[in-house]
């Protein structure tokens, strides 16, 4: 394993104690809400500071973009956090949660981690090198079209403007696929594709520490992550398609009847 892939397995596991530790107790847990349907919790921001410590002992000099705390350093090489992705499930005692760390060099994706600390499954990838849970090899599905396909999507919960494009794609995918699921962990949802228990994943809105170490994943398992109109700009506009690159290619042309102009690739 890499120097930096072992250093962001450490993290996550840190984060994941500091998770489950408070899983038996969430009764007792301070919930506020950031925006409109989006909570927070002194867990996620306890998990997120394990993760920084664990990151900047090893790389002092390296930035960071994590989902509580922000951005901050400047460096060609930066960390994007997500401590505890699927906040909302977790404070349900919803079993459906991880922890996402990416590490991006001017950009490029590096080095991803997603671990999910309740079945102790370690999602990892190091560009060019392949993707694993645990010790096992992730190849995505060769799956070519929708029929028979199990997908995975979220509905949008906070920016309310699309969700009448978003009801038009998944109506047209619930008519001709084997099932569509809406599990509340991008980070795992993206991990799920890679190893091939999720054909391929759609959402609009997210933002890009839900999602980066997912991409490399997907990636690194021979899948394709797009734009929602099939284009590069998923990590910018957090609109985005992934999957096997036959179903990929069939789902952007799903989608894309359903798109209003306004919406961003
Ligand atoms: P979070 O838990 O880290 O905020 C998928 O819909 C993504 O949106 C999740 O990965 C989740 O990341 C985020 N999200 C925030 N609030 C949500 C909500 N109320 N329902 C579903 N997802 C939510
Ligand atoms: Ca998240």
Redesign the pocket.
């Known amino acids: 394993m890499n120097p930096t892939t072992t250093i962001a397995v450490r993290a996550a596991r840190q984060a994941g104690s500091v998770i489950m530790r408070s899983f038996s107790r969430l009764d007792t847990l301070t919930v506020s809400e950031k925006q409109v ?4 919790s002194e867990v ?1 921001r306890n998990a997120e500071q394990a993760i920084i410590g664990t990151i900047h002992k090893a790389y002092p000099a390296h930035a960071i973009l994590a ?1 509580e705390s922000g951005a901050h350093g400047k460096d060609d090489f930066q960390w994007v956090i ?9 404070l349900h005692g919803f079993p459906q ?1 991880a922890i ?1 760390i990416a590490l991006k060099h001017r950009g490029k994706l590096e080095t991803a981690v997603v671990y999910d600390p309740l079945r102790d499954e370690m999602f990892t990838a190091a560009r060019g090198a392949g993707a694993l849970l645990n010790d096992r090899r992730l190849r995505v599905t060769d799956q070519k079209g929708l029929k028979g396909a199990l997908l995975g999507t ?5 920016d309310q403007r699309y969700m009448d494009a978003y009801l038009g794609m998944l109506k047209a995918l619930t008519q001709e696929t084997a099932g569509i699921r ?1 599990p ?4 795992l ?1 993206f991990a799920y594709v890679a190893a091939g228990r999720l054909d391929g994943f759609w ?1 609009l ?3 890009e ?3 980066a170490a997912g991409a490399l994943l997907v990636q690194e398992a021979g899948g394709v992550v797009s734009d929602i109109r099939g284009g590069g700009r998923h990590l910018e506009t957090g609109n985005v398609i992934t999957a096997g690159v036959r179903l990929h290619r069939t789902l952007v042309e799903t989608i894309r009847p359903h798109l209003p102009d306004a919406l961003s690739a």
């Open positions: 349907n989006d909570y927070v996620d989902e997500d401590p505890l992705d699927g906040t909302t499930n977790y949660f996402s979220g509905i949008p919960f906070r809406r509340g962990s991008a980070a949802d959402e809105g997210l933002s520490w839900d999602f």
